[in-house]
């Protein structure tokens, strides 16, 4: 049984930044929340903690909390947002709103105007929120806040054409993705090429007002470009966002983000669909339900912005094929071997130091339960991915 007291106390921990390295997050308290559900001891957990901080799979330690340059008030909360600066300051503001409202007070009050820039700190900061929420912990949440507003990247939800009354009717989620991909396999070259001219320039987006941080990074600053330049595709809102249940369109997200996973298995950037997707779930939940459309919507146009920031999108062709393959592949539950190939995925995972690969385990376990059994999050959840190499932009300081 795992002790509650550790676990409790690593999700309490203040010693470290929440990221390092420049832009980097510290990702540790996510894996403690996935160990923890996926049953490894609280003694691996807390080895593995303990190893994180002193070394990364990334080659550098965690680092030390900074010092707040601004006093975050409710006054200035959101003239800070995406700005990078005074994260334990917002922590300070939200710990305090949170003993003077309660907590289910101030998600609804605070929530709504962090949501939009969810895909900020390539989804991290939604993560450690939505994550922290999973498990019900308080100060994880404080911190999950503090980290969207500091990190605070919009995908411009406001562009949708949701107010039409959406696009494509008669399309579920699977529909929308084929479509999607049918269009990009169709006209890669001519898209492709955009999306890496617009990426090229990083003189233009700094200009734009996208942190230099980001144009160190690569990866988070092509995210932010393409969330702030957008594409037509990106916000032609489809139809089932607003006609169908919140419910049925979690479970038809999660087939959808697991089916591109499928299609290009161990892909660091994808597997960030799922288990972001697990924490805008969680944060749907936790706010009234008229709202949670609104997070369909927002979880949708940032996974395109992402999508398409690689300047690429997996083949149609593929996507349908697995899709012919898995969408009425039900295992069945009730097999020891069943029981027995989802142990060995979660030993794997307990020995991996990338932690994206015990949180993509618990996710997907968690939905294989709830889904009855469906072959394919068994299937995903055995594609473990690698560390990305860091950039030759890595090799200048950070900004901050």
Request: charged fraction near 25%.
């Amino acid at each position: 049984m795992i002790d509650s007291q550790v676990i409790d106390e690593l999700l309490n921990d203040k010693s470290y930044h929440i990221e390092f390295n420049g832009h980097l997050t510290n990702h540790v308290k996510h894996a403690v929340v996935a160990l923890a559900g996926l049953g490894a001891s609280a003694e691996k957990i807390k080895a593995y903690y303990d190893n994180y901080a002193k070394l990364t799979p990334y080659g550098y330690g965690l680092e030390a909390p900074r010092t707040s340059k601004h006093t975050i008030s409710e006054d200035n909360w959101e003239r800070f947002f995406g700005k990078r600066t005074s994260y334990s300051s917002y922590c300070d503001f939200f710990d305090q709103k949170e003993k003077e409202l309660g907590m289910d007070e101030l998600l609804r009050r605070y929530l709504p105007p962090l949501l939009p820039g969810w895909v900020g700190s390539f989804t991290h900061a939604t993560i450690h929120l939505g994550w922290a929420l999973d498990v019900n912990h308080r100060w994880m949440t404080i911190e999950g806040l503090a980290y969207m507003a500091f990190s605070y990247v919009s995908c411009h939800p406001e562009r949708a054409s949701s107010g039409q009354g959406g696009r494509y009717p008669g399309e579920n989620a699977v529909d929308s993705l084929l479509r999607l991909a049918g269009v990009w396999q169709g006209d890669h070259e001519a898209l492709h090429g955009w999306v890496e001219a617009l990426v090229a320039d990083t003189a233009s987006g700094v200009a734009a007002g996208i942190h230099p941080e980001l144009a160190r990074s690569g990866l988070q600053y092509r995210i932010a470009r393409m969330a702030k330049e957008g594409h037509p595709l990106i916000y032609e809102t489809p139809a089932w966002i607003e006609s169908q249940d919140v419910s049925t369109s979690w479970e038809q997200l999660y087939y959808v983000t697991t089916l591109i996973y499928l299609a290009m298995p161990g892909n660091f950037v994808l597997l960030h669909l799922i288990t972001s997707l697990h924490a805008m779930e969680q944060i749907a939940n936790r706010l009234p339900e008229e709202q949670r459309k609104d997070v369909v919507r927002c979880f949708w146009i940032g996974m395109l912005c992402i999508m398409f920031s690689r300047a690429d999108f997996p083949r149609g062709t593929k996507l349908a094929a697995l899709h012919a393959t898995f969408k009425d592949a039900v295992d069945d539950v009730g097999l020891p071997a069943m029981r027995q190939d989802w142990e060995r995925i979660a030993a794997r995972s307990f020995e991996e130091e990338e932690e994206h690969n015990p949180k993509l385990v618990y996710v997907l376990q968690r939905v294989w339960k709830r889904t009855g059994g469906r072959s394919i999050y068994r299937a995903a959840a055995a594609q473990f991915t690698t560390t990305p190499e860091l950039p030759k932009s890595f090799e200048e300081p950070p900004t901050e």
